[in-house]
Structures are given as C-alpha cells and as structure tokens.
C-alpha cells in the first residue's frame, strides 16, 4: 500500500479529468461537481484502507456517476411530486464504466474547466474557491482552513459560484478565439492570487495556507504542459518558482520578516532557481514580453545576485522602466522607484514615488509609507523616516508586517547602523 | 478581507426591536444574514446581552478588580457585532448601512488584521 501523500497526489490529478469526463457525458458542470467532490471523499477514505483500484480513474468515474444519478434521481422525485413533467434520467447503463474511463481522456479538459471556474461573473474570492475544489481536487474543508473561514461559508460560496456560473449561461466548452485571450488571462491571475495566498502565509500557524502555493504551482505547470509556446504562462510559472524559491529564507522562526537584503541566500531553492531561470530566459528569447514575463526576469535577477550588494540595479531598472510601459499601475511604480533609488540614489526615488500621492489607489496605502520612509532612510532622514515607518505600520492589516515596520522605526529611534 | 461590524446600541434598541414595531425590522436582519450566508460572505456574529450583565476586571497593583456594570453610563455601547469576508470595503460598508440598527445608533466598520504577510 502506497503512502497517504501518493493517494493525494493521485487523487487530485484525476479530479479534474474525472470531471471532465462527467461532464462531457453528462452535462450539468454543478452537479458533476458535487458528483465529482463526494467520490474523492469516498476514495479519500477507501484507497488507504483497501488499496488503491487497479483503475483509479474508472473507479473515481463510476462512484461518480452513481451519485450523479442518485442525485438527479432525487431532483426528479421532487419535481414530481410538484406535478411537472418528468425529466429524462441516464439510463442504468451509463453506470457501467465506458472503455475510455480506464485511459487518460483523448482531451485533457483541466483548461476548459478552468476557463469555467475563473468565469468572469464570479468574484475574485470565488474564482479562487471553485477552481480548487474542481481543478485542483481539494475539499471544501481544507479551502475553508486555507482562507481561515468556517466550512459552511466556503460551501456556500462554492455553491453560489456555480450558480452564478449557470445563471450566467457559461457552457463547458472552450470560447472562441477573440475572447479566448482575455479568459486566459483571468485563469492566470487566479492562479497567482492563490500563489500569493499561500506565499505570504508559509509559516508558523498557517502552515496549510501554505499549502496553496504548492497547489498553485501545479495547476499552473498543467496549463503550461497544454500551452507550452504561451510566454505568459512560462512568465507566470517561473515567476511562482523564482519567488518561492526564497521561501524558506523569508521567515524567522518566531515568525518575523526578513527583507530580500537581509535573507540568508543559502538557504535559497537552488532547484526552483535554476528551473525558474531556464524556463524565463526561453520565454524572453521570443514573443512579445507580457507583465509575468518581466516579474520573472526580475525575481531571477535578484535570485541570481550571490549578495544583496551584487545585485545588478541596473538591469533591474531597465525591466521596470519595461514593465511601467507594458502594465502601468501604482504597485510597479512603489517597486520602480527603489530600483530608481539604488541606481540613480534615494532623492531621484522618492521624486518618482511623490507621483503616486495624487493617486487615490495607493496614496492611503500602507506601502506608499513603507516605501517611502525606505528611502527616507538611504538619504539619511532618519526623522522622517521613523515616522514614515510608523505610519505604515499603523496602516497596514498584517500582523507580521505591522512588527517589521514598528521594528526598522525602533532601530532608527536607537540610532543603529541603517539597514543595508 | 475579513471585517468586524460592531454594532452600537443606544438605550432605547433593544425595545424599539422587540417591540410593536420590531418584526419589520427583525425580517430586514433576517434577510440580510441569508443574502449573506448564501453568497459566503458571513463569517460569523453573535448579539450581546444588556450591558447590565457586565463585568468589567481590571489588574491594579498586580491585583484582581472585578466590579458590576459597565464602569460608565455611556450613550451608546457595544450591543454586537458581525464579522464578513468580502471584496471591498465599500462592501462591507454598504452590509453597515442597511443594517437597520444605523437609523438608530451608529456602526463601526473595522478591517480585521491578518496573521501572514509580505516581506518588503
């Protein structure tokens, strides 16, 4: 018998494609889902008792099935009972496994389904619920404890998310070319939400938070198996690779940041690195450079420097002057002007960031603070930056950023050598 | 992003929604925490009991105060409160306003912080 983390993995593999297979039978992308969601539950507890089936996908197919059928006879009854017309049920043939249940499915449908989960009537916050329960193969219970709500509320979002779906007319089929685009585009973005999600949360108590950004990672590598010439996507997938490369080193043990320039660089993903750094160095090499493709070249510039004071700022410059004119908004203009600021000095930054203070998106934001005292504090001002410090932490809604901020301001107050 | 909605009451809340008039305004709450149940915004909230049933505690010179009541009569005090996981802070403001208690006594709106963050 195979370890529990080989049935997981397993598991969450076939989901999509099991549901894929369900709903090209049968239609219904709602039910199917929930059809879907009970039988990995069922596999969940079975297969590590009794062993994995010898066809893990026709098995997942068939209980499947059942409860589809279950469930839509039940719908049936009900609307019986209210004296409509009968709705046809799938015959009990359709139980017995078809020949292609045993076989990896002729399409692999994970893009449809996520062009579906990420459909653009749903929020952001349900885009990200449904595409990990139905692409990603997680439980309800286990995203709930990812976003650190009650499982009734994650239910109920996932449930309202395929209504939506439904009522929004959205069809399990992939859309045509023009629009085709732009719904990649929000897959994307859905993804890295969830990457961030769990980046930010890699430690201490929120360790399964964490988790997402493993599951992230995956999802995103399945799109890029099935769109291997997308820049974008290689951009997204070595941006994830090259940011949780630093993972380990972000975090102190009793849960502090560390700044990028204060981490310890050997304890680096070399791995992730080096895959990051192959797969964006290909994608830069042709196509036109999209906004994750720039991200990428960043982080790998900053994965590639030895020490913080190696790092090339110049080059750094040079992307961000490419990503300000590909995708303009206040956050590349927070990270620009520090980039401004080690090559060019602090003054020249902070002209760049006093741009952002008319900007109403930003200008309340705690890392216009934080970014600015920064700077404040490289030109010498160590008044004014102190205060700045304190201002973003008073600001910001993060627990762990709150104590950075107050501690870089209580170094200033003790007059200790400034950060490098 | 998770927000709390303390809900302040004045003297007169509690009659005004138990009373004759109260049923009208205790539908407009129960169809507010089913729109925000179903669409998975409603994290959690519970109502306070009369602050006659306080107790305030203190530590003074390392030793236990407990004493009845609220330590002051105030006009207004803390009667519940509801926390919600939405989008936007207009969002959670706009929950505020319709909650039919703010006709009355004000709402507070107050983001909640969150245990993980970036490193900058």
Known sequence: MSAPDDHVDLLRALAPQVLGILVRRHGRFDACEDAVQDALLAAAVQWPAEGVPESPRGWLVTVASRRLIDHLRGEQARRRREDTAAARVPADEALAPAPDDEQPPEHDDTLTLLIL????????????????????????????????????????????????????????????????GERLRVVLHVLYLIFNEGYIASSGPDLQRGELTREAIRLTRAVRALLPDDGEVAGLLALMLLTDARRAARIRADGTLIALADQDRSLWNRAYIEEGTTLITGALAHATHGPYQLQAAIAAVHDEAPSAQ????????????????????????????????MVHGPRAGLELLATLDADERIADHHRLDAVRAHLLEMAGDHAAAGAGYRAAARRTTSLPEQRYLEARAARLDSGAPPAP | MKYILLIYDNANTRETFLGENGEALMAEIDAIMKELTESGELVGGEALADPSNTRTIRVVDGAPAITDGPFAEAKEHLGGYLIVDCESPERAAEIALRWPSARFSPLEVRPLMDPAGAEM
């Open chain 1, 310 to 341: 190696d790092t090339d700022w110049p080059q750094i410059l040079a992307l961000y002057e490419l990503l300000a004119r590909v995708a303009p908004n206040p956050m590349v203009t927070l990270n620009h002007a520090v980039a401004v600021a």
């Open chain 1, 117 to 180: 989960c990420c459909h653009p009537a749903l929020s952001p916050a349900s885009q990200l619920a449904l595409t990990l329960r139905a692409v990603g193969g997680l439980t309800t219970a286990q995203i709930a404890s990812a976003f650190l709500v009650p499982e009734a509320t994650m239910a109920q979002r996932i449930s309202r998310a395929k209504q939506s779906i439904r009522a929004a007319g959205g069809g399990f089929e992939m859309p045509p070319e023009p629009e085709r």
